[in-house]
T-cell receptor
Framework: AQKVTQAQTEISVVEKEDVTLDCVYE???????LFWYKQPPSGELVFLIR??????QNEISGRYSWNFQKSTSSFNFTITASQVVDSAVYFC???????????FGTGTSLTVIP | GAGVSQSPSNKVTEKGKDVELRCDPI?????LYWYRQRLGQGLEFLIY????????KSGLPSDRFSAERTGESVSTLTIQRTQQEDSAVYLC????????????FGPGTRLTVT
């Protein structure tokens, strides 16, 4: 079973629209961390956010916001007023305190159309 | 400061040959990671070093793959008797602490096995 599921393979939006990227995770560990990374067309992954399992507060950073809900094992990412530069593949990831592996989802490819 | 560097950036090799990929992490980062990314796909976790030690090698795809890290610095990923299915981008990342922390990625080595 996938530890991290990103059901949306590809999303296209028109510039200035809001878009939400879904992430569902699976773990039995009580202490874990969730991450989002961006991989632009240039290829190099960029870290966006890290959130621990004890902090369910939503986070906002500029046009980006993250909604963490333990009840549904989800850690969704919203981009407000999307821009062409947001076009990239976005990966959600999980690490567990008791583990020695890092789990990436399969990614969501976002295209923002001008 | 300098980011994670990887060499070579591109490698073309014939099936059956051995290849060695190198990763230089960010100075002072104790943790180092190797991933494989096939074209258009997500990241496959291969191995993680905390210092010079790899707690779990089960992510390596086969016994043709091996990795080592010396001096809490440079790491090499070796693939012996390469096969066409080994063709992929091999990504290295480092983090200042362990697997629960954000990772900083290098540009990757694109390996093509002909």
């Amino acid at each position: 079973a996938q530890k991290v599921t990103q059901a949306q393979t590809e999303i296209s939006v028109v510039e200035k629209e809001d878009v939400t990227l879904d992430c569902v995770y699976e773990t039995r560990d009580t202490t874990y961390y969730l991450f989002w990374y961006k991989q632009p067309p240039s290829g190099e992954l960029v870290f966006l956010i890290r959130r621990n399992s004890f902090d369910e507060q939503n986070e906002i950073s500029g046009r980006y916001s993250w909604n963490f809900q333990k009840s549904t094992s989800s850690f969704n990412f919203t981009i407000t007023a999307s821009q062409v530069v947001d076009s990239a593949v976005y990966f959600c990831a999980l690490s567990e305190r008791a583990g020695n592996q890092f789990y990436f989802g399969t990614g969501t490819s976002l295209t923002v159309i001008p | 400061g300098a980011g994670v560097s990887q060499s070579p950036s591109n490698k073309v090799t014939e099936k059956g040959k051995d290849v060695e990929l190198r990763c230089d992490p960010i100075s002072g980062h104790t943790a180092l990671y190797w991933y494989r990314q096939r074209l258009g796909q997500g990241l496959e976790f291969l191995i993680y070093f905390q210092g010079n030690s790899a707690p779990d090698k089960s992510g390596l795809p086969s016994d043709r793959f091996s990795a080592e890290r010396t001096g809490e610095s440079v790491s090499t990923l070796t693939i012996q008797r390469t096969q066409q299915e080994d063709s992929a981008v091999y990504l290295c990342a480092s983090s200042p602490q362990g697997i629960l922390y954000e990772q900083y990625f290098g540009p990757g080595t694109r390996l093509t096995v002909t």
